[in-house]
């Protein structure tokens, strides 16, 4: 089955630290992956996406990048974070050649900078 | 502007009663449409899709509609329990993207 693992949960990380969010995708190849962020009470902004090794595409400017050093592996990163970076994040797969699987979220990681 | 507009905000219910939550979207072109349910800490779990020729899909006491004429799909939830108290999630994929269109949520809150 396929299965989606985020870690860490919690993370409280003062600022100007570096940050590492990791997340692997189980039983499936080649899937499209994305990281979103959800500030309390508000919605899901897309943070990057990729469709394959090594592509990213980022949909806003910010404090944060990301990495697919393997098929089923995304990695968030910052070198130094700001108060702004804290927030709950996602990471999602979807599997497919088209646009109309299902995203599948893993438990989230909720960021908090002091 | 959010391309994908939901209402209410929020909402509390007593348990065991009904309610509806809307859906409005103007992105396309037009792929599928997806409500989620987020528990609160927890990541969001899909609960329907409806395609373009759907117009009623159901999900034990969760019933989705869609009409693509005018681009609305409600999610009706019936005989509410406690646990149904989370955030509803509209989501609507486009066919020539992979990006996907987010709606700001519905936190719905039951009681006793």
């Known amino acids: 089955s396929q299965t989606i693992h985020q870690w860490p949960a919690t993370l409280v990380q003062p600022v100007g630290s570096p940050l590492s969010l990791e997340c692997t995708v189980e039983?499936?190849?080649?899937?499209?992956l994305y990281w979103y962020r959800q500030a309390a009470g508000r919605g899901l902004q897309l943070l990057f996406y990729s469709v394959g090794i090594g592509q990213i595409s980022s949909e806003v400017p910010q404090n944060l990048s990301a990495s697919r050093p393997q098929d089923r592996q995304f990695i968030l990163s910052s070198k130094k974070l700001l108060l702004s970076d804290s927030g709950f994040y996602l990471c999602?797969?979807?599997?497919?050649?088209?646009?109309?699987?299902?995203?599948?979220f893993g438990e989230g990681s909720r960021l908090t900078v002091l | 502007k959010n391309q994908v507009e939901q209402s209410p905000q929020s909402l509390i219910i007593l348990e065991g009663k009904n309610c509806t939550l809307q859906?409005?979207?103007?992105?396309?072109?037009?792929?599928?449409l997806r409500w989620y349910k987020q528990d609160t800490g927890r990541g969001p779990v899909s609960l329907t899709i409806?395609?373009?020729?759907?117009n009623t899909k159901s999900n034990g006491r969760y019933t989705a509609t869609l009409d693509a004429d005018t681009k609305q799909s409600s999610l009706h939830i019936t005989a509410s329990q406690l646990s149904d108290s989370a955030s509803y999630i509209c989501v609507v994929s486009l066919s020539n993207d992979y990006k996907l269109s987010f709606g700001a949520g519905t936190t719905v809150t039951v009681r006793a």
């Open positions: 859906c409005n979207y103007t992105v396309s072109p037009f792929s599928n």
């Open positions: 039983g499936t190849s080649n899937p499209n």
């Open positions: 409806m395609t373009f020729s759907e």
């Open positions: 999602a797969f979807r599997t497919g050649r088209t646009n109309t699987g299902e995203l599948f």
